[in-house]
Antibody
Framework: EVQVVESGGSVVRPGGSLRLSCAAS????????MSWVRQAPGKGLEWVSG????????GYADSVKGRFTISRDNAKNSLYLQMNSLRAEDTALYYC??????????WGKGTTVTVSS | EIVLTQSPGTLSLSPGETATLSCRAS???????LAWYQQKPGQAPRLLIF???SRATGIPDRFSGSGSGTDFTLTISRLEPEDFAVYYC???????????FGQGTKLEIK
């Protein structure tokens, strides 16, 4: 079965750090990529970051640039999102998605990040 | 940065009717870069349409996408109760792997 499963969400204080993980199974990456998309409570979807699986090149939304770092471990079929200097506005459900270049076709159920003192 | 504007914000229709959802880009984009997603409460988004008009695997033919340039449309014919959800359009920005979503259209039962 093709699936991705996120983990690592938690409650963290403003200024703190958190690392999200995404385990992928049922597919090989080859020329695909992976993305993180978040959804604040009651709000729409916001793309956060993406990575090319083959060459590791990355992209970030302006709202997280310089604070978040996306990475992958090909051997473990895993994706990560290191989040530093967290702010209240980073509170959201974070989805991991398979990125087929131009669209995302496999989504996880998400992991919740709450930034609060 | 390209901005996607979806309209209407909320659409109230009855089962059996046809829904027409609009997505307008602030500048022309390639049709290859335009996708549509459905999201139901408490669920992850589901890919419906990619390349502006190609249905994803398992998507009923009641769902169709069209458009080019700056104006794109998602049409849902013969609405079923399970179609009432929020719909997002999405465009691919610049390499590598950068995306923008519209603000969403909520399709509700009238």
């Amino acid at each position: 079965e093709v699936q991705v499963v996120e983990s690592g969400g938690s409650v963290v204080r403003p200024g703190g750090s958190l690392r999200l993980s995404c385990a992928a199974s049922g597919f090989t990456f080859d020329n695909d990529g992976m993305s993180w998309v978040r959804q604040a409570p009651g709000k729409g979807l916001e793309w956060v970051s993406g990575i090319n699986w083959n060459d590791g090149s990355t992209g970030y939304a302006d709202s997280v640039k310089g604070r978040f770092t996306i990475s992958r471990d090909n051997a473990k079929n895993s994706l990560y999102l290191q989040m530093n200097s967290l702010r209240a506005e980073d509170t959201a459900l974070y989805y991991c998605a398979r990125d087929r270049l131009y669209y995302m076709d496999v989504w996880g159920k998400g992991t919740t990040v709450t930034v609060s003192s | 940065e390209i901005v996607l504007t979806q309209s209407p914000g909320t659409l109230s229709l009855s089962p059996g009717e046809t829904a027409t959802l609009s997505c307008r880009a602030s500048q022309s984009i390639s049709s290859s870069y335009l996708a549509w997603y459905q999201q139901k409460p408490g669920q992850a988004p589901r890919l419906l349409i990619f390349g502006a008009s190609s249905r994803a695997t398992g998507i009923p033919d009641r769902f169709s996408g069209s458009g080019s340039g700056t104006d794109f449309t998602l049409t849902i014919s013969r609405l079923e109760p399970e179609d009432f959800a929020v719909y997002y359009c999405q465009q691919y920005g610049s390499a590598p792997r950068m995306y923008t979503f519209g603000q969403g259209t909520k399709l509700e039962i009238k």
